[in-house]
C-alpha cells in the first residue's frame, strides 16, 4: 500500500517521503540508506503517515506537502486539520481577507504605492481551495521514539492499520 510520510530527524527538521512499503523504507532512513538529507540527521522518527489506494495520490500528497512552511505541517502532524486553510494563505491573501478597517491599520510598502498610484483594489478572483485527498490520515503514536533499525515495531504498525 502507498503512503506519504513525514520523519522528525534530530536536528527537529522534518522530511517528507513517499513509499509503497513503509516498514522498509524506515529501517533504510535508520540505517542511512535512505535520502541524503535524512543520513546527516540521524536518528530519525515518523511522526506522521497517510495511507493511499495508488501510488500516484501518494507522490502527489508528497509533493504538496513538501511545499508547505513547518507550522503547516506541524498542524497536520498534530491533527489540527481546521487550523490548515490559514495556514495555507501567505501574506498577500491573509491581506486580501481582511476587513477594510484592519487593512487600514497596516503600514505596507504596497499600501504606499498604492496610495502614491491610481491603482485599483485588488480583486481576489478565487478562493485558494485545500487539495482533497481521500487518504485516512493515521498518526502512529505507537512510534513516538526513535525507531531502531533492529526492532522496528511492524506489528504495532500493522495494529494502526498501517499495512
Known amino acids: 500500500m502507498p503512503y506519504m510520510y ?7 527538521s522534518f522530511y517528507t517521503g513517499s513509499t509503497v512499503n513503509l516498514e522498509k523504507r524506515l529501517w533504510e532512513h535508520q540505517n542511512s540508506l535512505g535520502a541524503n538529507y535524512t543520513k546527516k540527521r540521524l536518528p530519525v522518527k515518523l511522526v506522521f503517515c497517510e495511507a493511499f489506494s495508488r ?13 508547505w512552511s513547518r507550522a503547516k505541517k506541524q498542524a497536520l ?5 481546521e487550523d490548515l486553510p490559514d495556514l495555507a494563505l501567505n ?3 491573509k491581506t486580501l481577507a481582511m476587513t477594510s478597517s484592519e487593512q487600514a491599520s497596516l503600514d ?8 502614491r498610484s491610481s491603482l485599483a483594489e485588488p480583486t481576489v478572483l478565487a478562493e485558494p481551495v485545500e487539495a482533497q485527498s ?6 502512529p503514536t505507537a512510534l513516538a521514539e526513535p525507531v531502531e533499525a533492529q526492532s522496528l515495531p511492524f506489528d504495532k504498525l500493522r495494529e494502526r492499520g498501517v499495512s
Open 108 to 115: 505596507t510598502p504596497f499600501d504606499k504605492l498604492r496610495e
Open 55 to 67: 501510488v500516484d495520490e501518494a507522490f502527489y500528497r508528497e509533493n504538496q506537502v513538501k511545499g
Open 134 to 139: 481521500q487518504a485516512t490520515p493515521v498518526k
Open 91 to 93: 501574506a498577500s491573501a
Open 77 to 81: 502532524i498534530d491533527g489540527r486539520y
Open 6 to 12: 513525514i520523519l522528525k530527524c534530530a536536528d527537529n
